[in-house]
């Protein structure tokens, strides 16, 4: 049996399904003891499987995220829609101050609310612990120590996704992606910043700017008929190119450097989630977290109002 991890004795998950799962499947391998799932729709077997598979973990089937109250969780995880991220937040602040969130933290699409202000009042309420999950971050980090990457001054980002977003939120959804990664490579501080130019159609959405005098591409496509996702990239003048690969059902990430040396990589996505799991209390990890988070925001309300 798994020692019970006494930071997290019950955790909370809003939208266990999808990314959802992945944050469930981290979360159970902490040992936390008790797990509240509730889901846009109430699933009478959502936790038969995971009961018979987890003995040792006691779940709970909630119909609304006003159940949880009474659960006392020490951490939430919020992977429900972008649209219900503020509500949800608003909620569950309330009574429990250890918040996972995933990207974007929220978005507003009303001018006259600026998603900066509103997310730098979050944020910097000491009482509150809120991570914001970036995998780009860990990405970024494994490609700067395994390329020994000092000065980075261009950076191309292209990430064409099976997601159904369409105008204004493939932005919305994909440049937490590629500003956390430029942010993470370079610094996490916000020095300048100048709009180029900006392309956009109904699948499509690409920006050439600078940031911190780095010139930056990022070119991003979103159809639900692709068969696959790929992620590419190009820092100063190496080529980078995702590789994904299935085995015993877990993923498993290589990068192709320049179409000939393979660079073994943590799954981005499971490494900062279990860097988040890990590091909930340590102020100096949750300050660089949520730096990145506002500075992205900065250059996304900029660049999705031009």
Same mark, same amino acid.
């Given at each position: 049996?798994?020692?019970?991890?006494?930071?997290?004795?019950?955790?909370?998950?809003?939208?266990? #399904?999808?990314?959802?799962?992945?944050?469930?499947?981290?979360?159970? &391998?902490?040992?936390?003891?008790?797990?509240?799932?509730?889901?846009?729709?109430?699933?009478?077997?959502?936790?038969?499987? %995971? #009961? &018979?598979?987890?003995?040792?973990?006691?779940?709970?089937?909630?119909?609304?995220?006003?159940?949880?109250?009474?659960?006392?969780?020490?951490?939430?995880?919020?992977?429900?829609?972008?649209?219900?991220? $503020? +509500?949800?937040? #608003?909620?569950? =602040?309330?009574?429990?101050?250890?918040?996972?969130?995933?990207? /974007?933290?929220?978005?507003?699409?009303?001018?006259?609310?600026?998603?900066?202000?509103?997310?730098?009042?979050?944020?910097?309420?000491?009482?509150?612990?809120?991570?914001?999950?970036?995998?780009?971050?860990?990405?970024?980090?494994?490609?700067?120590?395994?390329?020994?990457?000092?000065?980075?001054?261009?950076?191309?980002?292209?990430?064409?996704?099976?997601?159904?977003?369409?105008?204004?939120?493939?932005? !919305?959804?994909? %440049? /937490?992606?590629?500003?956390?990664?430029?942010?993470?490579? *370079? #610094? *996490?501080? %916000?020095?300048?910043? &100048?709009?180029?130019? =900006?392309?956009?159609?109904?699948?499509?959405?690409?920006?050439? =700017?600078?940031?911190?005098?780095?010139?930056?591409?990022?070119?991003?496509?979103?159809?639900?008929?692709?068969?696959?996702?790929?992620?590419?990239?190009?820092?100063?003048?190496?080529?980078?190119?995702?590789?994904?690969?299935?085995?015993? +059902? !877990?993923?498993?990430?290589?990068?192709?450097?320049?179409? &000939?040396k393979l660079i073994n990589i943590k799954n981005p996505m499971t490494d900062y989630l279990n860097f988040i799991l890990k590091?909930?209390?340590?102020?100096?990890?949750?300050?660089?977290?949520?730096?990145?988070?506002?500075? %992205?925001?900065?250059?996304?309300?900029?660049?999705?109002? $031009?």
């Amino acid at each position: 049996m798994k020692k019970k991890n006494k930071k997290f004795d019950t955790a909370a998950i809003i939208g266990p #399904s999808g990314i959802g799962s992945v944050h469930l499947r981290e979360i159970i &391998k902490t040992g936390t003891q008790n797990i509240a799932l509730v889901g846009r729709k109430f699933k009478r077997e959502r936790i038969d499987i %995971l #009961s &018979k598979n987890n003995k040792e973990i006691k779940f709970y089937n909630l119909k609304s995220i006003k159940e949880i109250k009474k659960l006392k969780p020490n951490v939430i995880s919020v992977c429900s829609p972008t649209k219900y991220h $503020y +509500d949800h937040i #608003s909620y569950i =602040i309330k009574f429990c101050k250890s918040l996972i969130i995933e990207k /974007p933290i929220f978005w507003f699409k009303h001018k006259k609310k600026s998603n900066y202000e509103i997310a730098k009042n979050l944020l910097n309420k000491k009482s509150n612990r809120i991570f914001v999950n970036l995998p780009m971050i860990s990405l970024a980090k494994q490609i700067k120590y395994k390329n020994n990457l000092v000065k980075i001054y261009k950076l191309n980002f292209n990430y064409f996704t099976k997601g159904k977003n369409n105008f204004e939120n493939i932005p !919305i959804d994909l %440049l /937490p992606h590629a500003l956390s990664f430029l942010f993470t490579l *370079n #610094s *996490n501080t %916000l020095k300048n910043f &100048k709009i180029l130019s =900006i392309t956009k159609n109904k699948q499509f959405w690409s920006c050439k =700017i600078i940031v911190n005098e780095c010139l930056c591409k990022f070119v991003f496509k979103q159809d639900p008929n692709r068969q696959d996702s790929r992620l590419s990239f190009k820092i100063n003048n190496d080529t980078y190119l995702r590789k994904q690969f299935i085995k015993n +059902d !877990i993923y498993l990430i290589k990068i192709l450097k320049n179409k &000939k040396k393979l660079i073994n990589i943590k799954n981005p996505m499971t490494d900062y989630l279990n860097f988040i799991l890990k590091n909930m209390n340590k102020k100096d990890i949750l300050k660089k977290n949520n730096d990145i988070t506002l500075n %992205l925001i900065k250059i996304m309300e900029k660049l999705i109002n $031009y």
